[in-house]
């Protein structure tokens, strides 16, 4: 975070981007590259780990294949599955199934091999929507590490643990071990090879559309109204190509509003941001032509990633309480189900919808639900 920010700032950040929810890139790396089945690569460290990461995400921007919504959830069901796994080995001098030192090479192995004999065929997104990983799951997960563990230990009983974990032949020799899992008792939580193939196949395209939407309307806001303001003067002495006064003044007059934007408005935004993208000493140049002072602006994109995660479960609690409760007015309960449903069919709420939904939920922190 900023370090120039003022308390308050740094305050509510906190609150909105609370630090056990937090993970690094080279988590990214770790959670994905088990969920592709190589704890070897896992094994040899976050840096290594995460080059490895890199080449293959490179080769999917060449194809224009940039992570959407469906990553997204896959990422954050096998981040809740390795926290999971992760707890079930244990803790050291107190429950832990055996050496610590070797927990998380243990715990990515285990977590891998699980993949492998379920032919990654867990609902990640049963995972995602509810936020935990079901018992079944769990009790088949303690058995596996007890399996694993005892397995590459003995395995490398004259190896340095740390070296013979990275070799890809461990993993090899782990896959071809007379294990069998009752795939009986985690059914419920498989999804059918078929429709596993699918999910993998979805096509992440290069930009999500109300991601990238949401995402320009905010870095719009985020220039304030002194930029805004300044840019309709200057674009009215130095005149630029598809950015004019009038375009810029209904611009300034939304932000000004919170009204929702028109196409218009965003198009006439990212030309204003491109410029000064390209030209950065103009930034404050232009600033200084306003005598406006600048407000807080509400983030749109992050509302919007907050109320996506909201369960389907919670959704129904949210208009069941407000119902029961009386705590939204008629207008405000026929809002948030209107957000509700354009989110569940990938449509783009508008912001002020969205805005205003949000804060109608945050009413029901007194009820013990947090957005």
Not at 29 to 46: D, M, T, Y
Not at 261 to 288: M, W
Request: proline residues 2%; aromatic residues 10%.
């Amino acid at each position: 975070m900023n370090k120039i920010a003022s308390p308050a700032q740094q305050k509510k950040f906190k609150e909105q981007n609370p630090t056990n929810q937090k993970f690094l890139k080279s988590d990214v790396a770790k959670f994905i590259n088990i969920w592709e089945q190589e704890p070897h690569l896992v094994s040899r460290g976050a840096q290594k780990n995460f080059i490895e990461y890199t080449k293959k995400t490179n080769e999917l921007v060449k194809k224009n294949l940039l992570p959407g919504e469906h990553f997204y959830q896959k990422l954050i069901a096998n981040a809740i599955l390795f926290k999971c796994t992760d707890s079930l080995f244990g803790r050291k001098n107190i429950d832990a199934i055996g050496d610590t030192n070797l927990k998380s090479f243990v715990v990515a192995y285990s977590l891998a091999y699980f993949h492998f004999l379920t032919d990654n065929r867990v609902d990640l997104w049963k995972i995602y929507e509810v936020q935990k990983v079901d018992i079944s799951i769990q009790e088949e997960l303690k058995k596996i590490l007890l399996f694993v563990y005892n397995s590459l230990s003995k395995s490398a009983s004259n190896t340095l643990f740390s070296e013979f974990v990275k070799r890809k032949s461990t993993w090899d020799n782990l896959k071809e071990a007379s294990y069998t899992i009752d795939l009986l008792k985690i059914e419920s939580q498989l999804v059918s090879k078929e429709e596993s193939i699918a999910r993998e196949k979805e096509k992440e395209t290069l930009e999500n559309q109300i991601d990238d939407t949401l995402f320009i309307i905010s870095e719009i806001k985020k220039q304030g109204l002194k930029f805004w303001d300044g840019l309709r003067i200057y674009v009215d002495k130095n005149p630029i190509e598809k950015l004019n006064y009038h375009s810029v003044f209904d611009l300034l007059k939304k932000i000004k509003e919170n009204k929702n934007f028109s196409a218009i408005d965003i198009e006439t935004g990212k030309r204003g941001l491109n410029l000064i993208e390209s030209n950065q000493n103009l930034f404050e140049e232009i600033r200084n032509l306003s005598k406006l002072d600048d407000v807080e602006n509400y983030d749109i994109k992050e509302i919007y990633d907050r109320v996506k995660r909201i369960t389907k479960d919670d959704w129904k609690k949210i208009i069941d309480v407000g119902s029961q409760t009386k705590i939204f007015t008629n207008l405000e309960l026929s809002n948030i189900k209107s957000v509700q449903f354009s989110i569940s069919k990938k449509e783009n709420p508008k912001e002020q919808a969205l805005y205003q939904a949000f804060l109608s939920i945050k009413k029901l922190k007194k009820f013990g639900f947090e957005i």
